[in-house]
């Protein structure tokens, strides 16, 4: 029987559980209280921190033999996530907790697939959540007053959260229809191109366009590992630029990883490879002082690439392109990779292009199934989004 997980550290956060589970349960839902902590607890938990430590690829003493805080959250993070992953009854989870809680509530909240509903109740959600959410769809909910003992805001936060999660795990999801989904890539200076290439294949395939600030590259290739994609549109690869530059939106060493081990049909392309994302102004590294910048918006500063990291960026993608065994079709826009990359344009800088392009056609080892196309058209040109279907429908056809 499908179960809402009530997930938190018992030995610290008992009362505020009880609390969490019965309003779940006056809700119509069916919780199931989990207990993460690494002490005694102080309620009776559905299931002990013990069977969830037992989990952990060094059996439970290694979460609950140690004396050492900090040790013990991060034995507790494994052994929490191995735990989920074992489990076929969660049809929603939701947590509370503080620092220690939320680090190991939300690393078993990220093993579960997308859709699955999964709230976290936190002292740290108003904050940068990026360590806790990361790629997945973890909904951060303010505790607003620390989690130490039920008071008149803490009972309306809990009960609105826990009500929440009942109604969500009542209500299915819906019918995501039949067809394919297929991942492309887009920033604001690619947006034409991938907009013109969706409504070329929206009529046959799914089509999920994911912002390529570094979590949605990621975010990508994850369903790619998932089975959850047929095919990859990768027309914006700049989270390439902003991890080999220290940029603010990168990638990860792993960018391209999933075209590799799922062998999909892969289209990619240059998309906004001219720049390198910074926030303001003063926030820029002192070493690039003096480099060609455009103010993309108050917060956001974008730096232009020049020629020698270009030859970097093509080599590094060239060499990660080379261990995709699958049918792989990377175009080359002759005439700009972004908006701002175009004649007249800020960051226009044909020697800097023509660096990128051509460590990009010397490092990749074309084959049959592996083949890079020149095209004299810029990237936001309605010909190079035909084309780049026209590709894609090439190595995707049975």
Not at 32 to 49: H, K, Q
Not at 263 to 286: H, K, Q, R
Request: glycine content about 10%; charged content about 20%; hydrophobic content about 45%.
């Amino acid at each position: 029987m499908a179960r809402i997980y009530v997930v938190g550290t018992a030995d610290t956060k008992g009362e505020e559980l009880a609390y969490l589970a019965g309003v779940v349960r006056d809700a119509g839902g069916n919780p199931l209280i989990v207990d993460i902590g690494t002490r005694e607890p102080s309620i009776t938990a559905d299931i002990v921190a013990a069977e969830v430590a037992s989990h952990h690829r060094l059996g439970a003493n290694a979460v609950l033999a140690t004396d050492d805080r900090g040790t013990a959250v991060a034995a507790m993070s494994d052994a929490f996530s191995a735990f989920v992953a074992s489990r076929t009854d969660i049809s929603a989870m939701i947590g509370l907790g503080g620092g220690g809680g939320t680090a190991i509530a939300t690393a078993g909240m990220r093993r579960l697939p997308y859709g699955v509903p999964k709230i976290m109740v936190s002292t740290l959600a108003s904050g940068d959540t990026a360590p806790y959410v990361d790629v997945s769809d973890i909904i951060m909910v303010p505790s607003v007053t620390d989690i130490a003992g039920l008071n008149r805001l803490s009972r309306v936060i809990l009960h609105n959260a826990g009500r929440a999660i009942a109604a969500m795990a009542a209500v299915p999801a819906p019918e995501t229809g039949d067809k394919s989904s297929v991942g492309l890539t887009m920033f604001g200076v690619t947006t034409p191109c991938v907009t013109a290439i969706v409504e070329h294949l929206r009529g046959s395939y799914d089509c999920m366009v994911f912002h390529a600030t570094g979590t949605g590259g990621r975010t990508m290739e994850k369903l790619a590992d998932s089975s959850m994609l047929t095919g990859i549109l990768d027309i914006t690869t700049t989270e390439v630029c902003d991890h080999l530059f220290g940029g603010v939106l990168p990638a990860t060493e792993d960018r391209f990883g999933a075209i590799a081990r799922t062998g999909l049909p892969y289209v990619g392309s240059v998309g906004a490879l001219d720049m390198v994302n910074f926030w303001a102004p003063e926030t820029i590294p002192e070493r690039y002082r003096g480099r060609k910048f455009y103010k993309h918006n108050p917060n956001v500063t974008l730096m232009r690439t020049t020629a020698e990291e270009c030859r970097r960026i093509g080599e590094w993608i060239g060499a990660k392109l080379n261990q995709c065994a699958g049918p792989v079709r990377f175009l080359i826009p002759e005439k700009g990779v972004s908006a701002l990359d175009i004649e007249g344009g800020a960051f226009f800088d044909p020697e800097a292009d023509a660096a990128l392009f051509e460590a990009l056609e010397e490092t990749i080892q074309q084959t049959n199934s592996r083949r890079v196309v020149r095209l004299p058209l810029h990237i936001n040109d309605p010909e190079f989004a035909a084309a780049a279907v026209a590709a894609f429908l090439e190595i995707a056809s049975p």
